[in-house]
């Protein structure tokens, strides 16, 4: 039957054939001669391999393989060099060829739902056209940093999965919008997540979460859906602690940061204060010009949520906690949110009147 569809086709050189649902096992070469193709529909059949003919069909902007028995990616594929949407859910897909992705290079919609993929290659990162990743229901445990070079990606869905974390370089993307990950095992989302500047909604409801980033107060966030996770949601005790002794390399790291921020500095003379340029300001500067090393390993120093100083491996962990409809401004209510506080030392952590509590995790 497919085979008379394809034969009047050919006469007819339509922009779209729907396919889907004929019972189809073998897709006919023929099919390669419709040259003006864009949208090609062939859900719901039998398919495991298409002819590698297919991979002429310059034009094709649509095609839909959803419910069918492919194992691999076909090689066709990688002939595609229009495609901008492909469908390839509910197939038996337990492996994708970084070399088929590279082919497919105007690719923006990519749907590979319930598959049985377990990763997903590093290759991933020639869609660089892709605005919508879809990979929900499969077996994945881990995710690619190299996902995280999709400048475009503005929608990703991985739900359903086994992952336990994601990339550390994930607030690499900056136009990401939606990002769906419910029903995971993830333990911790990095801190890098608030990087991403256009994030609106983010569902993780259903997986390992204690505790969120800090800084999610500071991302356009919009929904957060974080039920069935084991939240923090008890005041942990405060406890008082004896000022903490720093190693000599923690201690220089605060001083060299604290001075390179501060080019002009608040003097008081004669009880009357004013700014003067700072000298070891440029003595810095000058000093660590020449060593990379040092540099980089300055730049990893983060800020104390309390007093805003520097501190480079050595801080405390704390919660305080948000109220997502209040202060987040979500439009959703998940309540209240435990958000990490890192704070520079007991210093700060026994000065009265803050809300940030010590956290004790489990080993
Ligand atoms: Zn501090």
Known sequence: MSDTLLLRALKGQPTSLNLSSKDIENVPKIISKLLRLQNLQLKNNRIHELPKEMSSLRTLTVLNLGNNKLEVLPEALSGLTSLEVLHLFGNNIQQIDGKVLGGMKNLKFLNINNNKLKNLPAAMNKLVHIQHLSVDGNKLTSLPSELCALSHLEE????????????????????????????????????????????????????????????????????????????????????????????????????????????????????????????????????????????????????????????????????????????????????????????????????PGHHFYGVAFPQ
């Open 156 to 351: 990703f869905h991985a739900a359903n999965n086994q992952l336990t974390s994601l990339p550390l370089e994930f607030g690499f993307l900056a136009k990401l919008k939606k990002v769906h990950l419910q029903k995971n095992k993830i333990k911790e989302l990095p801190e890098g997540l608030s990087k991403c500047g256009c994030l609106e909604v983010i569902d993780v409801a259903g997986n390992d979460l204690r505790i969120f980033p800090s800084e999610l107060h500071k991302m356009p966030l919009k929904e957060l859906y974080c039920e069935e996770n084991p939240l923090l949601d008890q005041l942990p005790v405060q406890s008082v602690q004896e000022d903490e002794v720093l190693t000599l390399k923690e201690l220089t790291a605060r001083y060299i940061v604290k001075q390179l921020k501060e080019r002009r500095r608040l003097v008081k003379v004669a009880g009357k204060y004013f700014y003067e340029d700072n000298p070891a300001w440029s003595f810095m500067r000058r000093a660590i010009r020449h060593y990379p090393d040092i540099r980089d390993m300055l730049a990893q120093a983060s800020k104390c949520a309390l007093c805003g100083g520097a501190f480079l491996n050595t801080w405390l962990e704390c919660v305080c906690f948000i109220d997502g409809h209040k202060e987040l401004k979500l439009e959703n209510s998940p309540g209240r949110i435990p958000m990490r506080a890192l704070l520079c030392s007991y210093k700060c952590f026994n000065t």
